[in-house]
């Protein structure tokens, strides 16, 4: 198997030297079954899956662009952890795995599991707790979780098909930056025109918005679906909603001041056709902490996040990804390493960061237990010291929050603010 990377997942893959971006999927089970029992299950599952078997082959001078490969082997890939740990022991060894990134170019994925959990929310009993940590090049949120179900039982799930890169030649190029340049032009008559939303505005950094240094703190809000949704309120936005009035509250409990522009840098799918593994874009979206009745401010940030949804949908961002793809390797790997992860911008996208994913039917089993929630943790990054996780799966919405010593000392105070700040909300939806 060779396949060559999408110039969209080549630069994930080098930007990763740069800004580790490995992802992490959780999955809890309620199960005592200890975590050696179901590692050769897992091991011959993964021998099924052939994007778990590659790994990264660069092309020499990057006169190409890398390719995937078969991996020699997968046997080594599957980590027992330490039995008889607590859920905080637990997330504690997840974070400290963010120091141990994946190599590529010996494999993709690897997977910790944990067994004999004590304390994990909506357990029975101990659990038993799986964490695939998978390359980013390797695909988006939707893709690493299409492979985590594959991984943990469900024949049915695979990623949407990937259609193969043509090849494309100075001509090609030239013809999609004309086009390119012609709708950028297009997109800004449209947005003077008020037909298009204006850009996002760049947000005044807080406390959070720095390099993230010292230790890293996992923390998790296991809540039921309902709890984030009410009439024209998705959870994505219930969510944002929840993180907006907690975050308030966490910076006014600090003697920090409150900025209108208050903002999450938040995940949206792109458009159209998937041509590469990674097919997302961040946006700058409004969490308005200028509204104080919680339907109300739900409801503008949900006007806020359409409004970067129509502005992505404009066909001159298609046309500048289309260009983009057209560039040669040695060209976009020579930019990806100019990048300075040192630099500290004036202004940031979002003040913190909100991935949000749906990872299917409760219907997955471990070990003989059910699933009782998932989790995922966003990478910090340069100046983004606070990220949030949403991911749901069956009638259960884990709020996860990956934070910095440099940036967040305290989480257990800002989580008791979000864990308040989501009863508040689910109540204001559904009393409307």
């Known amino acids: 198997m060779t396949v060559r990377l999408h110039p969209t997942d080549a630069q994930t893959y080098w930007m990763s030297a740069k800004i580790p971006n490995d992802q992490f999927l959780l999955y809890c089970f309620d199960s005592d079954s200890p975590a050696e029992s179901v590692r050769e299950e897992l091991l011959r599952r993964a021998e099924q899956i052939s994007d778990l078997g590659v790994r990264i082959v660069d092309f020499p001078l990057s006169l190409r662009y890398p390719s995937l490969r078969r991996a020699p082997d997968t046997t080594a890939l599957v980590h027992i952890r330490e039995t008889g740990r607590t859920w905080r022991d637990c997330l504690d060894t997840v974070a400290e795995a963010f120091t141990d990134q994946l190599d590529p170019h010996r494999s ?14 909506r357990c029975d009993g101990p ?48 013809r999609r930056a004309t086009s390119a340049r012609d709708l950028e032009r297009q997109l800004t008559a449209d947005t003077a025109a008020g037909t298009v939303p204006a850009p996002a505005p760049g947000r005044p950094k807080i406390t959070v918005n720095v390099a993230p240094t010292g230790r890293t703190f996992l923390r998790c809000l296991v809540r039921d679906h309902r709890d984030f949704t009410g009439p024209g309120i998705s959870v994505t936005v219930g969510a944002a909603t929840a993180i907006s009035l907690a975050l308030e509250r966490y910076l006014s409990h600090h003697g920090d001041p409150v900025p209108a522009e208050l903002g999450a840098e938040v995940t949206l799918g792109k458009q159209g056709e998937r041509r590469a593994r990674n097919h997302f874009g961040n946006a700058g979206v409004d969490l308005r902490p200028d509204i104080t009745d919680l339907v109300t401010r739900a409801h503008a940030i949900s006007e806020s996040l359409q409004a970067r949804r129509r502005r992505a949908a404009h066909p ?24 300075d992860a040192t630099a500290v911008p004036d202004m940031v996208t979002g003040n913190t960061v909100l991935s949000s994913v749906a990872r299917g039917a409760a219907d997955l089993e471990l070990g003989g237990g059910p699933v009782r929630f ?12 606070l990220t949030h996780g949403v991911h749901g799966i069956g009638d259960t919405v884990t709020v996860s929050v990956t934070s910095a010593a440099s940036a967040m000392p305290d989480p257990d105070v800002y989580c008791s603010f979000l864990d308040r700040a989501i009863d508040e909300v689910s109540t204001a939806l559904h009393r409307r």
């Open 108 to 121: 993709v994925w690897r997977l910790h599991l944990f067994g004999g959990v004590t304390g994990a929310p």
């Open 127 to 174: 659990a038993l707790v799986a964490v695939l940590q998978i390359s980013h090049a390797l695909g988006d949120g939707r893709v690493a979780s299409s492979l985590a179900r594959r991984l943990l039982g469900d024949d049915r799930s695979a990623p949407a098909p990937i259609p193969d890169r043509p090849r494309i030649g100075p001509r090609t190029f030239l």
């Open 316 to 339: 001159a961002a298609e046309a500048q990804s289309l260009a983009s793809e057209a560039v040669p390797a040695v060209l976009l790997h020579w930019g990806v390493r100019q990048f």
């Open 374 to 385: 998932t989790a995922g943790f966003p990478a910090l990054s340069p100046v983004m010291g």
